[in-house]
C-alpha cells in the first residue's frame, strides 16, 4: 500500500516556511465516524494547529481521505505523533495541558494523592505526564514535582497492601492504580505468594533476585577493571 500525504504551509510561496504531518490511521471504510480517524490509541492528546489546510491521500480501494483543517482547528491525536509534530521554533503546534496535570488536579494530590483513582483519570498517569515534559510549559517544574511526590506517597500504600493480602480479592484496589502501579502491586504479590510458597515447603529453593545478581556482577566487573 502506498501513502501520499501533502504537506502545506502557512505562506503561499514555492519555499515551504512550517510544514505539519497529520497522523494517518487507514481505515477500511470509508462511511466510518471521521473521529476514529485520530482516535488511535489511549495516550490522546489535544492540539490546536497552526497551519490552515492538510489533505491526506491514501491509495486503495475504501481508503480515500480528504481533510481539511482550517488554522486554529482544534484536534486530539497520539502522544507520540504530537512530540513528532512539536517544533519549538516553528511553532507548529500549541498542546492543551490534560485536566489531570493541571493545577486544580495538582492541589488533589498535594492533599491527598491516594484518594484519587488514577486509573480513571489517567491509565498512564506517570509514562504519560513525564512525556508531557516534552513540551515547553511553563507549568513543567510543578508537574514533574507532582507526578514525582504523587507516586512517593501511593508507592508506599501499594506496596504495603501487595505483601499483605495474600489469598484476599484486591480487585477494588487494583481497579483504582495507574498502569505502572498495577505492575508493582503484581511484583509485590508474586513476593508475597513465593515466601509462603517457601514458607510451607512448597519451593524447592529461593534465589535471588534479578536486581540481586546483577549489582554483583557490577561489582566483580569493578573488581577485576
Not at 34 to 61: H, W
Not at 71 to 84: F, N, R, T, V
Not at 208 to 224: F, I, P, W
Request: net charge neutral; proline share 3%.
Amino acid at each position: 500500500m502506498s501513502v501520499n500525504i501533502s504537506l502545506l504551509s502557512e505562506s503561499c510561496g514555492n519555499k515551504a516556511s512550517k510544514v505539519c504531518v497529520v497522523y494517518a490511521a487507514v481505515t477500511k471504510n470509508c462511511s466510518e465516524n471521521k473521529s476514529d480517524f485520530l482516535n488511535a490509541g489511549s495516550s490522546l492528546i489535544n492540539f490546536t494547529l497552526s497551519l490552515g489546510l492538510l489533505e491526506v491521500y491514501f491509495d486503495g480501494k475504501d481508503n480515500f481521505w480528504l481533510l481539511w483543517f482550517p488554522q486554529g482547528s482544534k484536534l486530539e491525536i497520539p502522544l507520540w505523533l504530537a512530540k513528532g509534530l512539536h517544533d519549538s521554533k516553528r511553532r507548529i503546534i500549541s498542546v492543551e495541558l490534560p485536566k489531570i496535570y493541571k493545577e486544580a488536579w495538582r492541589t488533589v494530590f498535594s492533599a491527598d494523592a491516594n484518594v484519587v483513582d488514577l486509573h480513571k483519570m489517567g491509565p498512564y498517569y506517570y509514562g504519560f505526564g513525564s512525556q508531557l515534559l516534552n513540551f515547553e510549559n511553563p507549568e513543567n517544574p510543578e508537574i514533574a514535582q507532582t507526578i514525582l511526590q504523587t507516586f512517593v506517597a501511593r508507592f508506599r500504600r501499594i506496596m504495603d497492601s501487595s505483601q499483605n493480602a495474600y489469598n484476599e480479592d484486591t480487585s477494588a484496589l487494583v481497579a483504582r492504580l495507574d498502569e505502572l502501579e498495577r505492575a508493582l502491586f503484581q511484583v509485590g504479590q508474586k513476593g508475597l505468594n513465593d515466601f509462603q510458597c517457601w514458607e510451607k515447603g512448597q519451593a524447592s529453593q529461593i534465589t535471588a533476585s534479578s536486581l540481586v545478581q546483577n549489582y554483583g556482577k557490577r561489582k566483580l566487573t569493578e573488581v577485576d577493571g
